[in-house]
């Protein structure tokens, strides 16, 4: 006699019977990239608001995925002892550079993965083995790997220390290669900081750097840094220039992804100009090229949320909540909890737009996302800011103070100096 085939299992209930151990994170990934929605509650009035919590995970199909998942894991850890046994290889042959390569390779394995911290920790080995050698080039090497793991982690002040350090010891070695990463590196220290001066210097500086050695794909690069900054700045005739001469770089000799991130760009670019039809097509374009590239999910999901949200601002809503879903089933299959949260404070705040007061859950799904599975600060606090916003919409002043605060609050904490100023003005606009 056959078992009885269990029903799915909610994913929050499944994620509450799992203890936030590192060693679990491949299992919890595994949840929610096969969970799915009941097809029941899809076609019931509580469809439009189903979350991932809601979502359910069949048993079986979990059970017969798990060999998959222990065979991506038993490969990831193997490609680790194989990094660390070249760097005990390179260190009995004498071989000091070679040891501090093999490690900063287990890092980027780590950081491919999404595993940040233990990046970290590998980095910095690295670097602890790279600072006693003469050549000073690994250490160069090294301090860029922690610079831009420390952004990724929301450690922005760490971050430049690294960069301004590797910087220092490149042009002491002459290694224009290295000066014009430190340079970039700085330059996405001091965008993540607000610190608009600072931004531009390192960019320009970058950039100079990058035409003397005729390095296009870097130059293209910081073009489109530095039109991503002029953005910000509201100058936007200059943000357009130098978005136009990064696309020619890479129109003659750039990979794939680079032209879509050009795009996306210029899509928001053409958003902010109030040309919705030119936005949707940049961002269409960019999908294309995306398509030409080895798969990036987190790219294709930037461009996809930022799609909703000019659709979402165009008063677009069906076509916003259309394409929040797609990018919602992205990012459940590949697993980027953080582009959840941001596809999830879009849908509450089209909810807002429609006056549903009950778009909350949305919000508080991004919350809880934010909290327990990514733990991310910086994109907690963006939910709050919008929760804020949701509730001032509908009148509730109160309950609107009390988010915009909290997201104040946390902007402060991460050094983010212009994101706080706009949670000021909306506690302005609120309490007046």
């Known amino acids: 006699m056959t078992e009885p085939h269990l029903p799915p299992i909610r994913v929050e209930k499944a994620l509450a019977l799992l203890p936030e151990l590192e060693a679990l994170t491949p299992l919890r990934a595994l949840l929610v990239s096969i969970s799915r929605p009941d097809e029941r509650k899809l076609w019931a009035s509580s469809g439009p608001y189903l979350t991932l919590g809601k979502r ?21 850890i193997q490609e680790l002892f194989k990094a660390y046994a070249d760097a005990l290889d390179s260190q009995q042959r004498g071989d000091a550079p070679g040891v501090v390569a093999a490690l900063l390779r287990a890092g980027h394995l780590e950081e491919e993965g999404g595993r940040l911290t233990q990046a970290r920790a590998w980095y910095e080995v690295a670097l602890h083995v790279a600072e006693q050698l003469q050549d000073r080039r690994p250490e160069v090497e090294a301090l860029r790997a922690l610079g831009y793991v420390r952004l ?36 996405e220290a001091a965008l993540a900081q607000g610190q608009w ?30 039109g991503v900054l002029a953005r910000k700045q509201h100058d936007l005739a200059a943000a357009g ?55 990036d999910a987190g790219l294709e999901l930037s461009i996809r949320v930022n799609l909703a949200a000019l659709d979402l601002e ?44 009950t778009g909350f859950v949305f919000f508080e799904q991004a919350i809880e996302l ?7 600060v910086a994109t907690e606090a963006q939910v709050y800011f919008a929760y804020g916003q949701f509730h001032s919409k509908l009148g509730q002043q109160e309950e609107a103070r009390a988010y915009l605060e909290r997201a104040r609050e946390l902007f402060d904490s991460l050094g983010e100096a212009v994101e706080r100023d706009r949670a000021d003005a909306e506690l302005r606009r609120s309490s007046a």
């Open 370 to 376: 934010a909290k327990a599975l990514e733990r991310s």
């Open 56 to 76: 359910g995970v069949d048993l079986d199909e979990l059970r017969r995925r798990m060999p998959q998942a222990f065979h991506r894991i038993a490969e990831h």
């Open 197 to 226: 001066a600072g931004t531009h210097a390192w960019y320009s500086r970058g950039l100079r750097l990058a035409d003397a050695a005729q390095d296009a794909p870097r130059a293209g690069r910081l073009e489109r840094q530095l």
């Open 241 to 295: 220039d130098y978005l136009r001469r990064a696309r020619e770089r890479f129109e003659s000799a750039g990979p794939p992804d680079e032209m879509a991130r050009v795009l996306n760009e210029q899509g928001r670019l053409d958003a902010q100009l109030g040309r919705y039809d030119a936005a949707s097509a940049a961002y269409r374009e960019a999908l294309a090229w995306v398509q030409r590239a080895p798969r």
């Open 314 to 357: 165009a008063g677009r809503l069906l076509e916003a909540e259309a394409e929040l879903r797609r990018a919602e089933e992205v990012a459940i299959a590949a697993n980027l909890i953080r582009h959840l949260a941001q596809i999830y404070t879009l849908m509450g705040r089209l909810r807002g737009a429609q006056g549903d007061e």
């Open 152 to 187: 990724a982690l929301g450690e922005y002040a760490e971050g430049a220390r690294h960069f301004q350090r590797s910087l220092a010891l490149a042009e002491g070695e002459f290694d224009q290669a290295g000066a014009t990463a430190a340079s970039e590196g700085l330059g």
